[in-house]
């Protein structure tokens, strides 16, 4: 019986064998796929100067038509400026004052400080063009309005932009910008 265990035992770990090697041989049906397409070789584009471009897609990349969606807005968007910030609001009232009593040196002083608090504050402008043109300055009087006025948020405010900017061009003599601003300010 010890022949027979022997053999038996020989013929399992055959047939073992045998089908170890026969299912890596085999192709799972599961794994079955379709062979991918080659990509369709692009021609090479050559420029005057040379120089070979060869174009690729990349495909992870794709163009899809998106729906914007814009929530409401109001009619008349107001940004910060800087206007609400009390330092300003401080030192555009020492502006105005210096301004009326003719102290322009300590006006303009005044606005430039309070400028680098409001950047984007037309008031800060209006003052500072307005000081050049009694400075005689009108090209930078009519710089500064033309600034102040891409800030300006009320109607007010452009009108006294604009205001600046015709004074300084008839001071220039600059026909264009005269009637510009004259238009300008019809409009308003």
Known sequence: MNGQCKRHKYGLIALSLIGLAGCQSLPSPEGKQPPKPAPAEKPDIKTPSG???TPYEREEIQRKKMQVIVPEQHSKQQFEDGRQ?????KLMQKTQLAYKQGKWNEAEAAALQAQRLAPQSAETFLY????????NQPANAKALAQRGLSYAQTNPMKKQLWQVILKAAQ??????TIQQAQKALKGL
Not at 85 to 89: D, K, M, N, S
Not at 128 to 135: E, G, S
Not at 171 to 176: H, P, Y
């Open 51 to 53: 120089v070979v471009i």
């Open 85 to 89: 910030l009390p330092a300003f609001q």
């Open 128 to 135: 500072l063009a307005l000081i050049a043109n009694k400075n």
């Open 171 to 176: 001071q220039q003599k600059d026909q264009k």
